[in-house]
């Protein structure tokens, strides 16, 4: 287990952290077939998005599978998951946490968001990475793929498969990804 705090290593040690969790994944797929399932809030790093295009495109034995919330498929500023939606790989698959938080205020003539009409955003952070189907890497924490997140104090714990406690995390957050993953 591995515990990283922007406060000792910078906002881009840990994008850095996960762009080396990715290339790892890429480097498995060359004799595996490699799962990478991301769920995420907020998604706006040019660099992991890119890095996430080139793998899906040079590695057929790689595929990704992400969950954003909602507000991530909106026209937006520097949001990225729409465009690697628009790159139309096959191996790429974007799917997003529909919600409808939103309720007529009579009162004000018109809509309001409320947090009792909604099932609640998706604010999960994960990238997992299964090898051969079995759980390899999860890397999880408070930090959002983001400019603003790398700016901020913010963590990530990157767990491996190593240790029969961290297979159990894995495991949970796998059936968790899949859950959300098969929510109409």
Known sequence: MEALFTSQVGGDGLRDRILSVIRDAAALAEAHHVDVHIMTFSFTDDDIAAELGEVARSQPNLSIRLIADWHQGADGYKR?????????????????????????????????????????????KTLGVLVDGRPHTLVTGSFNWSTRSAKAYENLIVLTADTPASRRVMTAVEREFEALWSDG
């Not at 799917?95 to 009162?107: E, I, L, S, T």
């Open 80 to 124: 990225k998951v729409r465009s690697l939606t628009a790159l139309g790989l096959p191996n790429l698959q974007v799917r997003y946490k529909k919600d409808q938080p939103y309720v007529w205020d009579a009162d004000a003539s018109r809509m309001r968001w409320s947090y009792d009409a909604s099932r609640g955003l998706l604010h999960h």
